[in-house]
């Protein structure tokens, strides 16, 4: 097992592995930027390293001082957190080329994944079904071929990244070359990657996810699926497992399919697979995250795993401690992302010094926070304040205590998602079970 392990990101997640290496008896050490200087979390840590300005492309996505720092500090692995490098190949290279362990799947695995075209390929080569469309474009007079052969609408995806970015819904040959250019110009600017494919648009889809979690030793788990459904501009507001309403034969196909594409990548370590569910129960693969996910958290209170910690005994060598038939989740988990955003404003971030911060607990509650009363939000990065877990027997349990925890939730004066939040948990078709992912955009059109 690892002595030191240092966390090359910051915020909720840096705690989150904080914790987890404290559990284990590892030794800690943080990277931070001016920003983060004095962040509560750090004090936590055995050392910390300042690696720059706050400005990310000049400290959090500096590669280089996030090895200098892990080898000052005797660092035998780093863990990326998610975001910032935790889905770049040629980090994972750096440090293993340094001898230090990323705690992830393999640069190869990474590329091949990361791509979206290439993941494509991969699913078909593997019989799972894919959104029909492309595997790449490689001028806009190919796109509108692409797009007339498998009829509007059309949904443009940067082949790099996630998140939403780089996507753009194109309803007719006519906004096709503008929603191209977008589309490329995002996906240069956040993924230094201008590629883009073509798929058709999945009309009223859940979207639903299977967590995997694999050794060096041949051995690969699900741990079933996450629904991150409720979205607004494709990026997940909600997650929460079970999936409402999904058959019992299509979440057994769904988590086949997710175990076979692992294998075929010769994947390691944590990583998701992503899915498409259309009114019928059709499923078609989209994507894979090869890190762990922001929504983590929901998989850990059905399953009792812990995946940082797993990630970690992964990464040192560790066969995995569980197999497939000892994983058998029990009750519901939903999760939150609370947010410094005004939603009457369009979800304007709303970063300022946090006067008053009262969690809310109770049985079957989770906060996942580095924030405090006293604590300032800056403006340098995502908005998110932290993850609200709960995890009862029954979906509408979890609601109505979801709901108890909000109303109970003050963070001020900062404006936050909570009041947003508490409309969608009252919203009669997500009580039912009953959204698909334009559920935001057409019941909250404002």
Do not use: W
């Amino acid at each position: 097992m690892f002595k030191r392990i240092l966390i090359a990101n910051r915020g909720d997640v840096a705690l989150r592995v904080i914790r987890a290496c404290r559990e284990m008896g590892i030794e800690v050490s943080c990277v931070f930027s001016e920003a983060d200087r004095g962040a509560a979390y750090l004090e936590l840590a055995d050392d910390a390293v300042c690696i720059g300005p706050a400005a990310p492309a000049e400290s959090y996505l500096r590669s280089d001082r996030i090895i200098a720092a892990a080898e000052v500090t005797g660092a035998e692995a780093i863990h990326p957190g998610y975001g910032f490098l935790a889905e770049n190949a040629q980090f994972a290279d750096q440090c293993r080329e340094s001898n230090i362990e990323f705690i992830g799947p393999s640069a190869e695995a990474m590329r091949l994944l990361g791509n979206k075209a290439a993941a494509r390929q991969l699913a078909k080569k593997n019989k799972v079904a894919i959104v029909p469309g492309s595997d790449g474009i490689t001028d806009d007079a190919e796109a509108e071929k692409v797009a007339e052969k498998i009829g509007y609408p059309v949904m443009v995806k940067a082949s790099s990244g996630g998140g939403g970015r780089g996507m753009r819904l194109v309803h007719d040959k006519d906004h096709l070359a503008s929603a191209l250019s977008q589309a490329r110009q995002e996906s240069q600017a956040a993924f230094n990657d201008s590629d883009v494919y073509i798929e058709k648009f999945v009309n009223q889809p859940r979207h639903v996810e299977v967590q995997v979690i694999a050794d060096n030793h041949g051995h690969i788990v699900h741990l079933y699926e996450r629904d991150c459904t409720v979205q607004r501009r494709h990026q997940k507001l909600i997650e929460e497992t079970p999936s409402p309403l999904l058959a019992s034969r299509t979440r057994q196909s769904l988590c086949a399919a997710a175990i076979k594409l692992a294998k075929a990548a010769h994947y390691t370590n944590a990583g998701t697979f992503e899915f498409l569910v259309d009114p019928k129960g059709k499923y078609y693969f989209i994507e894979a995250n090869t890190r762990i996910q922001v929504e983590h958290p929901v998989t850990e209170a059905t399953t009792g795993v812990d995946l940082v910690k797993t990630q970690i005994r992964v990464a040192a060598g560790e066969k995995l401690t569980f197999t497939q038939k000892s994983i058998v989740p029990r009750g519901a988990a939903i999760e939150c992302r609370i947010n410094a955003e005004d939603p009457s404003q369009g979800f304007r971030p709303c970063p300022g010094l946090i006067d008053v911060f009262r969690p809310p607990g109770g049985l079957g509650v989770r906060l996942d926070t580095h924030a405090y009363s006293g604590y300032t939000i800056p403006p340098h990065y995502d908005s998110l304040i932290g993850k609200l877990i709960v995890h009862q027997p029954t979906r509408t349990e979890a609601i109505e205590t979801m709901l108890r925890c909000l109303a109970e939730f003050v963070i001020e004066p900062t404006h936050t998602t909570i009041p947003f939040y508490q409309k969608i948990f009252n919203h009669q078709e997500f009580r039912e079970g009953k959204v698909d992912t334009s559920f935001i955009e057409r019941v909250f059109p404002q």
